[in-house]
């Protein structure tokens, strides 16, 4: 039986066998730095070399350096693609809000807005549904004279209610608890799993409310809480700056 003080001795060995391999490693290392044409002048040390491998067995140094290659190679190849598909989809949503801008100034009334609104999100954003909530006010009444799908005009105190199920930042992504499905989409027609809500004001951050406008998806990742909402809030402001001659 190994006694306490052979135990110490020999973690006292292998410290200080360790702390000799450290010192030996660091003075090859700064070698090596210091000649980089060492193994230019010794090639046949990259064959002779071999450096543990633990599915392959051990391998040249040349091999290792290839396999490195090849993962760093793979590497920048994935991220170069990531790079790529942000690119496309930035350049979609400038086209997309680019086309809404345009449809936007040709509409001719309110229900003309607010049906390319529900269209451009449903066909371009591949929403699953979309709500528009306006403010209730004499000129939206008079211009407004037709009941259009997915569009609720409020009151001023079931509008107030509303601030319940938002943030008073101008764009909420996050999942669609029962509250907000009541409050927005009580009539739809799929599985809610994750909502956006846009808040609809005139311009400036105190400026009064216009209303909201709530998209809704089945998939649960859509509308993430961590996303980037630069597009919906752009999104909002152009239906905002549309909307406010009504108001």
Request: proline share 3%.
């Amino acid at each position: 039986m190994i006694s306490n003080k052979q135990r110490a001795y020999a973690d006292n060995q292998h410290f200080d066998y360790i702390e000799k391999v450290a010192e030996q490693d660091g003075q090859v290392v700064a070698y090596l730095r210091s000649s980089p044409d060492f193994f230019s002048r010794n090639p046949q040390l990259l064959m002779e070399i071999e450096v543990p491998h633990y599915e392959r067995g051990a391998v040249s140094l040349v091999e290792k350096r290839m396999a490195l290659h090849r993962e760093q190679y793979d590497d920048l190849r994935e991220r170069l693609s990531e790079i790529v598909d942000v690119a496309h989809r930035n350049d979609y949503l400038a086209d997309l809000l680019h086309e809404y801008s345009m449809s936007l100034i040709g509409a001719e009334s309110i229900a003309d807005v607010l049906e390319i609104t529900r269209t451009t999100l449903i066909t371009r954003l591949n929403c699953s549904e979309s709500k528009t909530v306006i403010l209730r006010n004499e000129v939206v009444e008079l211009c407004l004279d037709e009941d259009i799908d997915n569009v609720v005009v409020a009151d001023a105190t079931d509008y107030v209610s509303l601030a319940d199920c938002h943030v008073r930042s101008s764009v909420y992504c996050g999942p669609a608890t029962p509250a907000r499905i009541a409050r927005f989409f009580n009539d739809a027609q799929t599985d809610i799993r994750s909502v956006a809500i846009i808040r609809l004001q005139h311009r400036g951050s105190n400026a009064p409310d216009i209303g909201y406008l709530a998209l809704a998806s089945d998939d649960k990742k859509r509308f993430a809480p961590h996303m980037a909402t630069d597009f919906l809030q752009r999104f909002g402001e152009l239906l905002s700056a549309r909307l406010a001659v009504f108001y």
